[in-house]
């Protein structure tokens, strides 16, 4: 009478031990209807929706789509059960270009985008959003209170990724960078313990959250500081590209970047572009402050242009606007990063002509685009890792990025982005006004961006990274991103 019984159990051996050793069985059967399994249509678009290539040809084993802070947690104890050799990413936005930085071959990925909440406090200081918003998304839901947050400046920019980098927007002149401005997180440790992190309660992680990427855990929700905004001015403006129009560029912009003509509601970028085999030139502008044609712009309006857009509008309305000269997606892509002291116009003329001297070199790149960008860095209050001075208004940034269509020119493209960057940072160092600092939302993987802080930053980060994740689900199970020095 015995044997039916034994025979039941022993049929149901092999499909309880693939369960255990089949890390998306595991989380399907303990969180059901969260788990997507290749070919399927929310799998694939998921996939579908990173922002290059290198990311979409990745092929995890599953994607987990959380809905709430306990289904993270959960997630993360049967991560870190028994052995604890499940590997998984984490994703929001996903617009980084390098490969693995927010998904995975095989293991798990975990797409945050469920978890898009935007929900403001009694008085209307804070806005509390979802690990896994888009910062448009947010923007729509605060310009009815005519209040913004430091966010993306372009569509589909993640809150996680973004924040947690640095973080880059239109009022960084005035306020500093994203993560300078954030008064509390969520975080599912790797534990799978959540805890509220502010300055208060756990001061050292809460700093090192203001850059350290996805280094402690996860982010389920981001508690930032609201600004109030009405309209804005933004223009668009582009030039000729003549040798008068550069000169006259490198003058403007030099000039912009003096502190005794800083302006905080004042940021811009200036954009030299190499696409169908053209150089354009053109600048954008956008000032806080419910201001037409602010005096501050006068030495780039003044330059003879092509016309282009000039007006006042709200911040999301702003952000769809600029984000139409950029492309929603690419195919393949490439991007370094560096900063550096503004120096006098003949400086930013060479720094022109290095860029212009190497293009020839990808004229035969299909689908070929390479983009210097120069920027104003971020005034900011010192309220994160990157060691930089607070209040210090005359840092430049530059965004070398490349996009093309073709695998195979990989080597050939990154050769000439990487040469072009390493003349460039060469003469600014010959000069005395290249800076150590790497900003880690515009970098490449192989660029040292923490240690680029100073030892005494990283030094710190694998304190806490000791403190807070002591078997460092983080740095192993987690793979991908700017991991910490140990």
Known sequence: MYWPILHLLVAALPATASTTQDPCKL?????????SYPSTTTYNASIASYYGDSERELSPGCIFRPTTTSEVSQFVKLMTAGSGTNQFAVRGGGHTFWSGAANIDRGITVDMRLMNQVELNGDKKIARIGGGAVWDDAYSQLVVHNLTVMGGRIPGIGVGGFATGGGITFSSREHGFSCDNIYGYEVVLGSG???YVDQASHPDLWIALKGGSNNFGII?????????????WYSFLQYNYTNASLWAHAKAFSNFMKPENYDPAAMMGLFLDYVDGKIVLSDAMWYTEDVENPAVYDGFTEIPNLGGLSELNTVDNVVKKFGENIPSKVDRGF?????FRNPDPKVYMELFKIWEG???????VEGIFIEFLIQPHPVTNGTNMFGLTPGR????????????TNKADDALVRSIIQDIVDKQRALLQSHGYLM?????NYADISQKVLQSWGADKVAKLKAVSQEYDPQGVFQKQVPGGFKIPM
């Open 27 to 35: 989380v399907e059967s303990k969180i059901p209807g969260r788990i």
């Open 193 to 195: 313990e959540v805890i």
């Open 220 to 232: 389920t929700r981001f508690d930032v500081a609201t600004i109030p905004q009405g309209n804005m």
């Open 335 to 339: 991007q370094l990063t560096f900063s």
């Open 358 to 364: 190497s293009l020839s070199k990808a004229a035969n």
């Open 393 to 404: 208004t005359d840092d430049v940034m530059v965004d070398m990025t490349s996009a093309y």
């Open 436 to 440: 150590d600092f790497i900003y880690l």
